[in-house]
């Protein structure tokens, strides 16, 4: 008579883009515990709307429950703190104990200041959707100071970093000023700016130059000012100092210019390439072959050396392909490299300005746009989000309105 294997046992850290794919798929084949320190999972592509009073923040936030309903997954709300690798436990910051055969490592990045002055301090990061709010809070309780004043007092924001999020994030704010915020008090939107601080030679240097271009003029066309080869020296209260000695004062600064793998990876003792977490081609944490990590937080290299994006594309197909590994290893077969296949980059600049490059098809404008919302819209998780999402985005399209504008943060 044939006996089944027993199911391997899988503690999954991190129900980010990574995690509940890898989640999903072992759930057929393993017993899986998802552990976060939130309860539900953040769409972090669409942060920047909430920021920019586009989309309500529950929008692009979904119940990590509701997700895993019917898969069997049990989740774990908490934090790591120890792995006992003797004993293959893992300790939670509840003081649970998780047994695992296999543990995979996928919490995602955080904000990287890059040893720059201030940037703790007097900047707002964009990773979470708490962060979202409070920059969303902070550019309308400026708004409504200046819609005080019947001056010349300008208000600025200050976006850096000329990646997608930072010109994503710029964008947005350009059209809330043009449109909702002009129909609201003209005088006072009319004293707004917002700049795009960027430290390289061009904006989304992963897009070829021409797209690059084509996005800096349409930012400008949307009244963004854009600084090139603009290194940020120190971050103070409402003035950016610049490395050549300049000043570019802002009120509001959002710092979009990085991330690093999450601390969390290093509390854990486990080895670092950078921030990120060691890995071999096969996705196995280095001297660690029971430990996978996958997403933001590996330091995967390409077959040229440089470590893989941190973008969710790569996440994903790293989730789907880790619980491949661990099938394999429980039929005894032997693992399998991990190979990137890039779908391409996109980035939105305003209504009907987008940017989309998969290899050397290039999109722009108008259907570019389509796209880019389309495919947004798939990936978001949760009926009722897709659903509140759509209805956002239909009243800001045909009324030019935003309906998210109100201050909601803490103070
Ligand atoms: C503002 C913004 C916009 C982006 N836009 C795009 C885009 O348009 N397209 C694109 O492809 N990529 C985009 N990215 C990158 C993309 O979101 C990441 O590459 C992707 O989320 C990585 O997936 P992950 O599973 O590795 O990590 P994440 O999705 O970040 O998930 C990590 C999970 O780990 C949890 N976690 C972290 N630390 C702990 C801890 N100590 N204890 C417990 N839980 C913890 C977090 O709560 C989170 O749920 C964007 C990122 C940001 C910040």
Same mark, same amino acid.
């Given at each position: 008579?044939?006996?089944?294997?027993?199911?391997?046992?899988?503690?999954?850290?991190? !129900?980010?883009?990574?995690?509940?794919?890898?989640?999903?798929?072992?759930?057929?084949?393993?017993?899986?515990?998802?552990?976060?320190?939130?309860?539900?999972?953040?769409?972090?592509?669409?942060?920047?709307?909430?920021?920019?009073?586009?989309?309500?923040?529950?929008?692009?936030?979904?119940?990590?429950?509701?997700?895993?309903?019917?898969?069997?997954?049990?989740?774990?709300?908490?934090?790591?703190?120890?792995?006992?690798?003797?004993?293959?436990?893992?300790?939670?910051?509840?003081?649970? +104990?998780?047994?695992?055969?296999? +543990?995979?490592?996928?919490?995602?990045? !955080?904000? !990287?200041?890059?040893?720059?002055?201030?940037?703790?301090?007097?900047?707002?990061?964009?990773?979470?959707?708490?962060?979202?709010?409070?920059?969303?809070?902070?550019?309308?309780?400026?708004?409504?100071?200046?819609?005080?004043?019947?001056?010349?007092?300008?208000?600025?924001?200050?976006?850096v970093g000329g990646g997608p999020t930072g010109v994503e994030m710029a964008g947005a704010f350009a059209e809330l000023v043009r449109g909702p915020l002009t129909n609201d008090q003209?005088? *006072?939107?009319?004293?707004?700016?917002?700049?795009?601080?960027?430290?390289?030679?061009?904006? +989304?240097?992963?897009?070829?130059?021409?797209?690059?271009?084509?996005?800096?003029?349409?930012l400008e066309k949307l009244g963004v000012q854009v600084h090139l080869n603009t290194a940020v020296k120190q971050i103070k209260p409402r003035t950016i100092e610049i490395a050549n000695?300049?000043?570019?004062?802002?009120?509001?600064?959002?710092? *979009?210019?990085?991330?690093?793998?999450?601390?969390?990876?290093?509390? &854990?003792? &486990?080895?670092?390439?950078?921030?990120?977490?060691?890995?071999?081609?096969?996705?196995?944490?280095?001297? %660690?072959?029971?430990?996978?990590?996958?997403?933001?937080?590996? #330091?995967?290299?390409?077959?040229? #050396?440089? &470590?893989?994006?941190?973008?969710?594309?790569?996440?994903?197909?790293?989730?789907?392909?880790?619980?491949?590994?661990?099938?394999?290893?429980?039929?005894?077969?032997?693992?399998?490299?991990?190979?990137?296949?890039?779908?391409?980059?996109?980035?939105? =600049?305003?209504?009907?300005?987008?940017?989309?490059?998969?290899?050397?098809?290039?999109?722009?404008? =108008?259907?570019?746009? %389509?796209?880019? &919302?389309?495919?947004?819209?798939? %990936?978001?998780?949760?009926?009722?989000?897709?659903?509140?999402?759509?209805?956002?985005?239909?009243?800001?399209?045909?009324?030019?309105?935003?309906?998210?504008?109100h201050i909601m943060d803490a103070n």
């Amino acid at each position: 008579m044939q006996t089944t294997p027993e199911k391997p046992r899988v503690v999954i850290l991190g !129900a980010g883009f990574g995690g509940l794919t890898a989640a999903k798929e072992l759930s057929k084949i393993a017993d899986v515990v998802l552990v976060d320190r939130h309860n539900f999972q953040t769409f972090l592509p669409l942060l920047y709307q909430v920021a920019s009073a586009g989309l309500a923040a529950d929008h692009v936030a979904h119940p990590i429950r509701g997700a895993l309903r019917k898969s069997g997954v049990q989740f774990r709300m908490g934090s790591p703190i120890f792995i006992d690798h003797k004993n293959k436990e893992i300790k939670l910051d509840s003081s649970e +104990l998780l047994p695992f055969d296999y +543990l995979i490592v996928a919490l995602g990045s !955080a904000n !990287a200041d890059f040893g720059v002055p201030g940037v703790v301090e007097h900047a707002l990061g964009m990773k979470s959707v708490t962060e979202a709010i409070a920059i969303r809070a902070q550019v309308m309780r400026r708004f409504e100071d200046l819609c005080r004043f019947e001056d010349d007092t300008i208000f600025s924001i200050a976006v850096v970093g000329g990646g997608p999020t930072g010109v994503e994030m710029a964008g947005a704010f350009a059209e809330l000023v043009r449109g909702p915020l002009t129909n609201d008090q003209r005088h *006072a939107s009319e004293h707004i700016r917002v700049h795009l601080i960027e430290a390289g030679s061009r904006i +989304l240097p992963m897009f070829s130059p021409k797209l690059s271009a084509r996005a800096q003029r349409d930012l400008e066309k949307l009244g963004v000012q854009v600084h090139l080869n603009t290194a940020v020296k120190q971050i103070k209260p409402r003035t950016i100092e610049i490395a050549n000695g300049e000043n570019i004062s802002a009120e509001v600064t959002v710092w *979009a210019a990085g991330v690093k793998g999450e601390p969390a990876a290093a509390q &854990l003792n &486990l080895p670092l390439i950078n921030t990120r977490i060691d890995v071999e081609q096969t996705l196995q944490v280095r001297n %660690y072959p029971y430990i996978f990590a996958i997403g933001d937080i590996a #330091g995967l290299a390409n077959s040229q #050396g440089r &470590l893989l994006p941190m973008v969710a594309p790569v996440a994903m197909q790293q989730g789907r392909f880790v619980a491949q590994q661990i099938q394999r290893l429980v039929e005894k077969k032997a693992l399998k490299d991990f190979k990137y296949v890039d779908k391409g980059s996109m980035a939105t =600049i305003g209504r009907h300005k987008a940017i989309v490059e998969v290899k050397k098809f290039r999109l722009v404008g =108008i259907p570019a746009w %389509y796209a880019w &919302l389309f495919l947004h819209l798939f %990936y978001l998780l949760g009926g009722r989000n897709k659903i509140g999402t759509m209805a956002d985005w239909t009243w800001n399209y045909l009324t030019f309105d935003r309906g998210n504008r109100h201050i909601m943060d803490a103070n």
